[in-house]
């Protein structure tokens, strides 16, 4: 085995060498299985930095084999005896380690063991994760609001810095897929929301970062964010975060957020309805590559406008663009149409700067993060509150998003236009009229054109909120091939949100009474009596067209229920004389 630092050295250098190249880590499983076992062996070596140095090649290991994420139908088996070994390891070095940095360095550890992994986070939390990870917290120096006891912070060592953020950000990777944790979380005595909520004034960013993963994940949960986020005064403490552009200011304390304030006027909670679809989060790869600092100038509103004042003299606001961007994701959950936030952004005069990370030409992530807040804004909002954040956006500069060579950016330009188009006929109507209706049309089509499931989803929403005030302005969309081939295509996704969109597409068609004969003639009619399992003998099939079973899931009984009801009523017009 050799000596100790000797394996140090050389598990950390594979490890590294791991994490850096994915394709290196399938051919290691395949042709290195001996040095696996060899890693496996050391994991349970006396030594606790050799047992952590395994792990992480291990858990590289694991985390490329086993299927990850939090999107799809499919069912995650249960962990197996490696990745229990693995969890069990770590989670004692945590416990029971005296050196910091092995304890900070198994929370990474874990940290990326069991995002997006709910069945390895359920079983981290049973074996009493979650409460060490809490109990750790609780351990840290209290965070005071005085600038006496932030300058103290300063002084704090590496170690215990990297300590804070990687049992914050651990907490984060273990509540993001579980519902139930993070409702345990939220309910825990004595509570740490306060901790993780005094860390967004920390002046290191890493630490404010790691706190903004964990509001972030509690946001995801509507009752916890209708109660105890709400309650603790947390939106006004992410929202100071995104006003300086994810900096603090030296000389300040946690009053700078608006925090003392919270605490002593206190916020009654929300008897409003719980919003469908208000869960709206960011997506964590766009998080995960945002790694890089800027400095943001100072930045002020003028009170009697609502303005951004620019060249202002004074200090320049030390910001964080990893933080600014975790503190819009968090923004972004928090702007559900329940939530305080619908007032608390114009009240502080936050939109005009929202609306400067959403146009910002030079960085797609800061533009693709500031729109999504604006499109949660927007939901179920009055016409007031739509036509002040348009008015700022500028429509035009706002068709510019909806065509973004990002298609990250489009998709949620896209979907803030079906929003804009909800709810009263009055929205629909004054969006499609601001717009064009020609406009809105070709922007419909050249989504289609993207191949992209999202753009296409979001695209197809558009077109079913406004298709009855865009044919009162003529626009025979359903005469175009190009979408119609499009719309047939999306018919057979293995995307169930897509198929959802374009099965309700083609039902606002008949709705209207408009475009049957062409959907039929499109070969739409023939792939929805497939999905209903009753395909038309003898109908006619035109040219160019792939046949049954070409499209991935065509040639399959439709089997969701939510796609299925919408189906039948399809069937149903297209057999009406």
């Given amino acids: 085995m050799g000596d100790e630092k000797a394996q140090i050295a050389a598990l950390n250098a594979l490890s590294t060498l791991l994490s850096r190249n994915t394709p290196l880590i399938t051919l290691f499983g395949r042709s290195h299985a001996p040095t696996a076992q060899t890693a496996y062996t050391l994991s349970r070596s006396r030594s606790p930095q050799v047992r952590l140095a395994a792990c992480h090649i291990l858990t590289s290991l694991l985390c490329h084999t086993t299927p990850r994420g939090l999107k799809g139908d499919a069912v995650l088996d249960p962990p197996g005896m490696l990745e229990l070994a693995v969890l069990s390891t770590l989670q004692g070095l945590v416990e029971d380690g005296e050196d910091p940095e092995v304890r900070s360095g198994a929370c990474w550890c874990l940290s990326t063991l069991v995002m997006d992994s709910p069945p390895r986070a359920s079983h981290a939390s049973q074996s009493g994760l979650l409460l060490t990870l809490c109990t750790l917290l609780r351990s840290f120096p209290s965070i005071g609001s005085t600038p006496e006891a932030l300058d103290e912070l300063y002084e704090e060592s590496p170690s215990l810095l990297s300590l804070r953020e990687s049992s914050m950000t651990c907490l984060a ?32 960013p890493g630490v404010r970062h790691a706190a903004l993963q964990v509001i972030r994940a509690l946001s995801r949960s509507v009752e916890v964010l209708r109660s105890s986020l709400v309650d603790e005064g947390v939106v006004k403490g992410v929202l100071g975060l995104v006003m300086r552009g994810g900096g603090v200011e030296e000389g300040e304390g946690l009053e700078g957020f608006g925090l003392e304030e919270e605490r002593e006027e206190g916020q009654e909670q929300t008897d409003d309805v719980e919003a469908e679809g208000g869960d709206e989060t960011m997506d964590d790869d766009a998080l995960a590559s945002a790694n890089s600092s800027m400095t943001v100038k100072g930045v002020d509103t003028d009170k009697g406008t ?12 030390k910001g964080d663009r990893r933080v600014l961007l975790a503190a ?5 959950n928090f702007s559900a149409d329940f939530s305080p936030v619908q007032e608390l952004l114009p009240e502080e005069h936050a939109l005009p700067l929202l609306v400067q990370y959403a146009t910002q030409p030079s960085d797609a992530l800061l533009r693709l993060n500031g729109i999504w807040v604006l499109k949660n804004l927007v939901y179920r909002a009055d016409w007031a509150l739509k036509s ?137 009619e023939r792939r929805v009596r497939e999905m209903d399992g009753k395909p038309k003998l003898g109908g006619r099939r035109s040219s160019g067209l792939p046949a049954l079973g070409e499209f991935g899931v065509a040639g399959e009984v439709e089997g969701s229920l939510e796609v299925r009801e919408t189906v039948r009523k399809v069937v149903d017009f297209f057999e009406a004389a």
């Fill in 388 to 524: 002040q954040v348009m008015g700022l956006v500028g429509w035009s500069r706002f068709i510019e998003l909806c065509r973004d060579p990002d298609l990250g950016v489009r998709e949620q330009a896209l979907s803030m236009v079906r929003n804009l188009a909800a709810g009263r006929e009055t929205d629909v109507v004054q969006t499609v009229r601001a717009i064009g209706a020609e406009e809105l049309v070709a922007l419909v089509e050249e989504a289609m054109g993207t191949g992209n499931d999202d753009v296409q989803m979001n695209a197809l929403f558009v077109l079913v909120n406004t298709l009855p005030e865009l044919y009162r302005s003529r626009c025979m969309l359903h005469q175009s091939p190009a979408f119609l081939s499009a719309l047939l295509l999306s018919l057979s996704s293995p995307s169930q949100t897509l198929r959802v969109a374009a099965i309700r597409a083609v039902h606002a068609f008949l709705q209207l009474s408009v475009g049957k004969q062409e959907l039929r003639e499109a070969g739409i």
């Fill in 306 to 317: 609502g303005k951004v004042k620019e060249d202002m003299p004074g200090e320049a606001v």
């Fill in 328 to 332: 819009l994701a968090a923004l972004c």
């Fill in 173 to 204: 990777s273990l509540t993001l897929p579980s519902v139930s944790l993070r409702t345990s979380l939220a309910a825990l005595q004595p509570p740490v929301l306060p901790i993780i909520h005094s860390s967004l004034s920390h002046p290191s």
